[in-house]
């Protein structure tokens, strides 16, 4: 009963930067509806305890749904895989559920399915997240899956063969989504040489030359509970949940944790380029450089000024001019990817191969815009509402919470982070806003990629 | 903004599929099938009919201090003709671009202002609009919902603009997306006279001979309150609510709709195929059988049927394909009762590089057949109806997904209460039924077969310029 074949929205707006039409609109909707005061955070009270072995657990009950899920964040991902040998971490946590010491492949699929619940485990740049989603009545199955293929992996030599060639042809496939290709290259020039700039799913040169030992050695130094971050959401109680974190985690023996040698990436220090042919209707462009980390102080203040700039969707300078006053793209948006290092920003659209020069020199004239002027005050103020009006959106499933939680264990934002995001938004102020435009964004010294029929965007070589 | 792809077909296909929807919790779940007075609604759905005929379905769901409000028409591509394909998706880009009383823009910046979200959809048979907001503001949703369902501005000018994105729209989704293009084509073969023919973003010589009369007619027909269903979920009182909703709604006159598309496509008479030869990096093969919709008995084994194929990694399709004989990278199996017209069944896999095409169609087939001699055992039918129950129950977890299920449901015509006895119905399914509705619906002769071939680089370049 999946709703396939649609076609999904859009609409467009745009966005008022004051003006007299704008004013009319306002006092219109004013009368129409009260404002209500923004919504005050989300009530959102996780109860964290560290286990004997180092394991941080940290709970939410909500009894609405007789369901359970179960999110691991073992902190370790692509940043640590050797730049020969890129993609361990990620062809490592997909060998997890490819055997274990006493399931193999099949039986585990076979025991998690039976119950209709989903066992995962994926590689991102930091850290790896394993989870399970089961019913309440299969909790005890679910936190026993888990902690079996966190625990008892055993990469089997088939498995691992099958895995690999599995990933090669994915790897492949990816080459078929421009924007994929995109990303790639963009990734390169942005964290030429950091880790940042590697696929986390590898490449075709470094799959085959990991080795059954790496896997083993980066599975033996990495996956320690005293490196993961366990978080539960779900009709169980802190108690129930201790109980089960108990019974099926405490065995895990804890380790020497692993030495982290990777340093910040660097910026890049002139405009560079990368154009790739491919025979497609559309070019897809990326544009960007590097960003923030996720702990950097300025990390709300720049999310106020992407939001005004192009992750505001239909209320953002970058879709009001590139979509509903050029008609250039269907989609276009801004976004900075803030990870335990400064990951990158980046601007990304598609647009018909003809009009790729006026949609590059379009994001160039908003993102000098965000630098050369403070924003409207009409701009910040909707900004801010949006944000804090739409965090308990963000946290609405047990899904979207457990992954949340574990990221503010990961980045040390403090158990207080649900109640304490509004006043962070609240506090920003226009110069703040001008201020990080002015740092953080790099209209002069950017990575350009473009993936499309580059003889009718004119940008040939 | 997130790519959507029409299907999903690629590498995740399998994961995507389990992400299924729902409102029925049962605390029997794992006992034998009950009597339908057994199953306990952990939803209650309160249904009203305004005077003009508009349906609301009301749903309190206080788990969290949201709400999501929908509003369904019933009118989609399956409402189209021939030369003007894409009409009612395009009539969806322009219900964003303002009425007198709110003008271009207004509306999702007025809901963003409040913390919210909002978007819209259009499938074949419904065009479905959405807000996603704190509770204490349902009634700001409510208010612009309203006021866009008369008067619409569909200014000459915004829809010219709109045009090219919409443009820019298909390039991204369809022109540029290999899998995604052979979908479209192998709907064009499948269906010949019906209008599921044509694809929901249209084609292009029909966005551009598309014009303002156009969509000012296909408002005015088809976004009337009569041809609506509002759908309201979350932290609500149905109670205090309705009022509001009356008083918005109701003044609108209801409109003389014209009857339903009455076009039944005609008995299939053996098997149809199509190639696509594009540059691509992988194969795609995919078959799509004729199938009944929600109308027929058989829908439930259907639903069956797909899951054994091709739910999770211990469905038949992934073991034999992808892990044993390595010949795939992804597998799937598609079938949605939940349709105004009977439409397809269909399975499909990623062929892995250096595999041939033509082995994995008749690795697909092998299935198939082996699934029309003998019975799917006693633990794949369990776990079949297992999956699909538990996806039930995960699906209360977002009331947006809810109210989606019950908007589809009423708007494709099976009404919302065939939600309520799904799960019973499932429950109800034989191995002997799977096996029959595999023999039944199978078969070659109602099949539509389409292969994409990737072609060689060099050939590329010769095709280049031709657009």
């Not at chain 1, 089997?156 to 989504?177: F, M, N």
Request: proline share 6%.
């Amino acid at each position: 009963m999946t709703t396939r074949r649609q076609q999904t929205a859009d609409r467009p707006v745009m966005i008022l930067r004051a003006g007299l039409p704008a004013l009319l609109t306002m006092l219109a909707l004013l009368a129409a509806f009260p404002w209500p005061e923004p919504a005050s955070g989300a009530d959102i009270n996780p109860v964290r305890f560290v286990m004997p072995n180092g394991l941080t657990v940290l709970v939410v009950e909500q009894q609405a749904v007789p369901i359970v899920q179960i999110h691991t964040l073992v902190k370790a991902g692509s940043a640590q895989d050797p730049p020969e040998k890129a993609g361990l971490a990620y062809l490592v946590a997909s060998l997890l559920d490819e055997g274990t010491a006493t399931r193999t492949a099949r039986q585990l699929a076979a025991q998690i399915e039976f119950v209709g619940g989903t066992l995962t485990a994926k590689a991102e740049e930091d850290y790896t997240a394993a989870t399970a989603r089961v019913l309440k009545k299969d909790a005890d199955l679910g936190f026993e899956l888990l902690a079996d293929i966190l625990q008892h992996p055993t990469f089997p030599d088939r498995e691992l063969e099958r895995v690999r060639s599995q990933l090669l042809g994915e790897i492949e496939a990816e080459k078929d989504d421009p924007g994929q290709v995109a990303a790639k290259a963009f990734n390169q020039l942005v964290f030429d040489g950091h880790p940042y700039g590697w696929p986390a799913n590898g490449t075709e040169e470094t799959l085959p030359r990991i080795t059954k030992s790496d896997v083993r050695g980066f599975y033996t130094r990495e996956y320690l509970p005293n490196q993961t971050i366990l978080s539960i959401v779900g009709d169980l109680t802190a108690e129930e949940a201790r109980s089960l974190v108990t019974r099926h985690f405490s065995g895990w023996r804890k380790g020497p944790t692993p030495v982290r040698a990777t340093g910040t990436p660097k910026a890049i220090e002139k405009p560079v380029e990368r154009l790739i042919e491919k025979d497609l209707t559309q070019t897809t462009i990326m544009l960007g450089h590097l960003g923030i980390s996720r702990t950097n102080p300025d990390f709300y203040a720049v999310t106020v000024m992407n939001y005004i700039l192009g992750a505001g969707g239909f209320s953002s300078r970058l879709m009001d001019s590139i979509r509903d006053n050029q008609g250039l793209a269907y989609g276009v948006g801004s976004h900075f990817d803030a990870n335990l290092l400064p990951g990158a920003f980046a601007v990304s659209l598609q647009t018909r191969n003809e009009a790729a020069h006026q949609a590059i020199s379009a994001v160039l004239a908003e993102l000098k815009g965000m630098r050369d002027a403070p924003v409207t005050d009409h701009e910040l103020s909707e900004a801010k509402s949006y944000l804090i009006g739409s965090f308990p959106l963000r946290l609405d499933t047990t899904a979207k919470l457990a992954g949340v939680l574990s990221l503010v264990e990961l980045y040390g934002l403090g158990l207080d982070y649900f109640t304490q995001y509004p006043r962070l938004i609240e506090q920003v102020t226009k110069e703040d806003v001008l201020r990080v435009a002015q740092q953080y964004l790099h209209p002069d010294r950017y990575a350009l990629v473009l993936v499309g029929n580059l003889s009718k965007a004119k940008v040939k070589q | 903004m997130p790519r959507r792809r029409f299907i999903t077909p690629v590498l995740h296909a399998l994961l995507v599929m389990l992400v299924v929807v729902l409102v029925i919790s049962d605390p029997l779940f794992g006992a034998p099938p009950q009597p339908s007075s057994s199953i306990v609604l952990a939803v209650r759905v309160q249904e009203h009919v305004l005077a003009n005929g508009m349906k609301v379905l009301l749903v309190e769901s206080p788990k969290a201090p949201v709400v999501t409000v929908q509003i369904w028409y019933k009118v989609g591509s399956r409402n189209e003709v021939m030369g003007r394909a894409g009409l009612s998706h395009m009539l969806e880009h322009m219900m964003f671009k303002g009425t007198p009383k709110n003008p271009k823009g207004t509306f999702s910046r007025t809901i963003r202002k409040n913390g919210g979200n909002d978007n819209a959809f259009t499938s074949q048979d419904y065009t479905a609009y959405f807000e996603n907001l704190a509770a204490d503001r349902v009634e700001l949703a409510l208010e612009l919902e309203a006021d866009r369902l008369r008067g619409l501005l569909l200014d000459e000018k915004e829809f010219q603009l709109e045009r090219e994105v919409v443009k820019e729209e298909r390039r991204l989704r369809t022109e540029d997306d290999p899998q995604a293009f052979l979908v479209e084509s192998l709907f064009a073969q499948a269906f010949q006279i019906h209008p599921y023919h044509w694809p929901i973003i249209g084609w292009f010589p029909d966005l551009n001979a598309m014009t303002r009369e156009d969509l000012k007619r296909h408002y005015e027909t088809y976004y009337a309150p009569n041809n609506a269903t509002l759908v309201v979920v979350g932290d609500i009182k149905a109670e205090a609510l309705l009022p509001t909703i009356t008083r918005l709604f109701e003044p609108i006159p209801p409109a003389a709709l014209p009857p339903p598309p009455s076009v039944v496509e005609p008995e299939q008479r053996g098997e149809r195929r199509i190639v696509v030869k594009r540059d691509a990096q992988v194969a795609f093969v995919m078959a799509g059988y004729r199938a009944p919709n929600y109308a027929s008995a058989d829908s439930y084994a259907l639903m069956i049927l797909e899951s054994v194929l091709s739910h999770g990694k211990s469905s038949r399709l992934y073991q034999r394909l992808v892990y044993d004989q390595k010949i795939a990278l992804a597998v799937g199996a598609e079938y949605s009762l939940l349709q105004a017209d009977p439409e397809l069944f269909y399975c499909y896999a990623v062929v892995k590089p250096g595999r041939k095409a033509e082995n994995v169609e008749r690795a697909l087939y092998r299935e198939i057949a082996r699934l029309q001699t003998a019975l799917p055992t006693v633990e794949e039918l369990q776990r079949a109806k297992n999956q699909v129950e538990a996806a039930y129950i995960f699906g209360q977890d977002s009331i947006f997904r809810q109210a989606m299920l019950l908007g589809q449901a009423e708007t494709v015509g099976a009404g919302w209460k065939h939600v309520e006895e799904f799960v019973e119905r499932i429950r109800g399914v034989t191995a002997e039924d799977v096996r029959r509705v595999a023999q039944r619906y199978l078969v070659e002769d109602t099949r539509t077969v389409g292969i994409l071939m990737p072609t060689p680089a060099r050939a590329k370049q010769a095709a280049a310029g031709a657009q």
